[in-house]
């Protein structure tokens, strides 16, 4: 896929202005993070799960090599083809050759962040194969020659208007004056125009969420169907994976599992959580005849025994951009690549370079919200803190931005000068920002705030608040004694 | 080879060369006596009380269920529930002797085909191999009496389930598939597919606002035979 990457700044300021993305952010992320938090209300668990989420990808990032070979012994044993790619060029090539083979014509898809970010699509239509999205959200993004605005909801940008505009306009088979009186219309209306696209497809390609060593299966979790059916009813199916995907067991899966839905969507469960072993089976009535893994690199293992190897413990569960306050304020499209929001921070410059990915570790309030939502505890802040050092070295930063950091870091010595600066800018930015609780521009910032918006402080430090309550505090004053 | 060129590069990353033996020997053996992780308590209760948080979760998924005292009310409470739903009486059942076993006679009305779905099947019937209480999760396995199609292209998917298949949670179902399924290909468990599904099928893509029936079944009926006297004391 094509970046946009290095034109954050204008970016982020396009979506500030942008009307209609301002509403879909507003209507829809509230809702995102109401639901997490209900989901992990209900499990008195979830906690403890976080940890032994976090150590089952610890395990098996620490054995990748053993694990992805035996994962490849398995999918062979049960008849199936394990490609290795090591570039997005390999990929495509791969990809094609398959559907080559199959004689495809058309081929179905179900929803994959990897095939987006391998440009899968684009190179299949170049070599005169129709990729067909199924996704209800990847479905419209086609239809609109668009790119996913979010990794778990493509279509987080649209309005209820854009879906009927767009359908209007790209199902011209249908009565002009039908109406979508409720959501449910546009539903059905894709549902009814995708199943025949289901039915004729020779080769459907998933991604997966999972790979399991022990069984040498793929697993996609999804709530529409569309991925089972896209890996059930053609002939050919293709998983697509990077290698960060495999884990050793079935119960490994299962215990990311209970995190995961809960933390994307706030389900308990998503309705469909499906293990592929293979093609079809002596006897089987269905299923597609053969089953080919598509293992891809593409920058991970490059990232192994770096300070950026916890980032390939990540789910794609899409909780740190839900929480996250530039996500919120800017959408996906203006990070200018596959993954947005504080994982896009961090892996988009690993995997396209920081030259070109250099702005999105700014991206970033400090808030630390996405960590302590992430489900397998990224250090999502620390390792954008990691690039923005990077960069610094590097001076690939504007002058700007490099005079404010060496300003900040020669208060940081100064603990004593630094809470003074500080308490008197927290006090004064307080007083400014108390109406709406962000600031969308500051004096002598004007750089940072026309693309963020920072979240105003409420009139005080941390240091200050911290000795406040220590003050305040039963246990402290006995401690005192 | 690009096979060996990514495992280097991954091994140059981990600071070491393959695996030394003894490790890799842990390693399977870690895989051949899987360990569980923890287990939310929620699950872990009496059998009367599982099976209600079976029914309870799968309502709250927007699910329905019938419970029956044996097979032979099934074809009574298909029946019913079809005509409940308006739906016609006709289906696609899955050839699974369980399910062959029912005394469909009974309802000479309901008119039954026997095999995998097709896209003009507006009911299909599917054995239910087990049932997670923990989410009100069915799992499915594929197999030539358990065609995968049953669980997706019809609109309502109807699942004949024996409550003594409920477990509490999805790691007992991994016991169950291990003990029962033999995969003659592999020599090993896993079928091509296991499903496991939980609920009707539902987008949250337009405004993330939830509505039912996207591409797969709109409806999921849950026919529960009480076969288990241990879970009936309820
Ligand atoms: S970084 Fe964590 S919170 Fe963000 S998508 Fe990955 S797993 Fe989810």
Redesign the interface.
């Known amino acids: 896929m094509l970046t946009t990457s290095p034109e954050f700044k204008t970016n982020a300021h396009n979506a500030l202005a942008d009307a209609g993305l301002q509403k ?1 952010l507003a ?2 992320k509230p ?2 993070m109401a639901r997490r938090s209900a989901a992990v209300a209900n ?3 979830f906690e ?2 976080r940890d ?1 989420g976090r150590d ?1 990808k610890n395990h098996a990032l ?9 994962f ?1 012994d ?1 999918v062979q ?3 199936g083809h394990v490609h ?3 570039t997005a060029d ?1 990929a495509r090539a791969a990809v094609l050759e398959i559907c080559r083979k199959a004689d495809a014509r058309t081929v179905t898809k179900g929803k994959s962040m990897i095939s987006e970010e391998l440009g899968i699509n684009a190179h299949l239509e170049a070599n005169g194969i129709a990729p067909i999205e ?4 990847e479905y ?1 993004i086609q239809l609109r020659h668009e790119t996913p605005s979010h990794i778990i ?4 940008h ?3 208007e854009d ?1 009927e505009a767009q359908f209007r306009l790209s199902h011209t088979d249908l009565p002009v004056d039908r109406v979508f009186a409720e ?2 219309d ?3 209306e894709a ?1 009814g125009k ?2 025949e696209k ?2 004729a497809a020779d080769v459907g390609i998933t991604g997966a969420n999972f790979l399991i ?5 793929s697993v996609i979790v999804t ?4 991925g ?2 896209t890996q ?2 053609p002939r050919v199916h293709i998983a697509l994976a990077s ?1 960060e995907k495999v884990v ?5 899966a ?2 990311l ?2 995190i995961l839905a809960r933390s994307a ?1 706030g ?21 597609p005849q053969e089953y080919h893994v598509v ?1 891809v ?1 593409a920058g991970r ?6 300070e950026f ?1 916890e980032m390939l413990r990540c789910i794609r569960c899409a909780a740190c951009m839900n929480h996250c306050p530039v996500y919120g304020a800017v959408g996906g499209h203006a990070y200018g690549w596959v993954y947005p929001g504080p994982m896009g921070s961090v892996l988009t410059p690993s995997l396209i370079g920081v030259d070109k990915a250099g702005h999105l570790p700014n991206a970033s309030t400090f808030c630390g919200k996405c960590e302590s939502v992430c489900p397998v505890k990224i250090p999502l802040p620390k390792m954008m803190r990691h690039w923005r050092e990077r960069e610094f070295e590097r001076h690939l930063q504007p002058g700007g931005i490099r005079t404010n950091l060496a300003l900040w870091a020669y208060f940081a010595r100064r603990p004593g000068l630094y809470r003074l600066a500080t308490r008197m800018g927290a006090a004064a930015m307080g007083l400014m920002g108390r109406r709406r609780g962000r600031f969308s521009s500051l004096p002598l910032a004007g750089g940072w705030t026309a693309g963020r918006d920072l979240p105003a402080p409420e009139g005080d430090t941390f240091f200050a608040r911290y000795a406040r309550e220590q003050r305040a505090s039963p246990v402290a004053e006995r401690q005192a004694k | 080879m690009t096979k060996e060129a990514i495992l280097g590069a991954i091994r140059r990353g981990l600071k070491r060369g393959p695996l030394p033996g003894d490790q890799a020997a842990m390693l399977r053996e870690r895989m051949a006596h899987p360990p569980r992780h923890l287990i939310p308590a929620r699950s872990q209760v009496p059998r009367p009380d599982q099976i209600a948080l079976l029914v309870r979760n799968i309502e709250k998924e927007f699910g329905t269920v019938t419970r029956v005292a044996d097979s032979g009310e099934v074809p009574e409470a298909v029946a019913g529930y079809l005509a409940g739903q308006n739906l016609p009486s006709s289906l696609v059942m899955a050839p699974h002797p369980e399910l062959r076993a029912i005394p469909w006679s009974s309802r000479p009305l309901l008119l039954i085909r026997e095999g995998r779905a097709e896209a003009t099947d507006l009911v299909s019937l599917q054995h239910g191999f087990a049932a997670v209480a923990e989410t009100g999760t069915l799992m499915l396995p594929s197999a030539p009496e358990r065609p995968t199609t049953l669980n997706l292209l019809a609109d309502t998917a109807v699942v004949v389930l024996r409550a003594s298949r409920v477990v509490g949670a999805y790691e007992d179902a991994w016991d169950l598939l291990r003990a029962e399924n033999h995969d003659a290909l592999t020599g090993g468990f896993m079928p091509r597919n296991v499903m496991f599904v939980t609920g009707p099928s539902r987008s949250a893509d337009i405004e993330q606002t939830l509505e039912l029936g996207a591409h797969g079944p709109r409806r999921l009926h849950v026919v529960l035979i009480e076969d288990d006297p241990a879970a009936r004391a309820a």
């Open positions: 879909a209507f829809s809702q995102f499990l008195p668990e403890s799960l032994i089952i620490a054995n990748l090599d053993f694990y992805l070979e035996t490849e398995n044993r049960a008849g290795w790619c090591s390999d199924t996704d209800l959200g419209i909801a493509p279509a987080f649209l309005n209820r879906w959501r449910r546009i539903l059905t549902r995708l199943r289901f039915l060593a022990e069984t040498g299966s709530n529409e169907g569309n089972d059916l059930t009813l290698v050793p067991t079935l119960e490994d299962t215990s599992l209970r969507t389900q308990d469960f998503s309705v469909y959580t499906t293990f592929s072993t293979g093609g079809r089976r002596a006897g089987d009535l269905d299923g293992i690199d293992s490059a990232m192994m025994g770096t190897q």
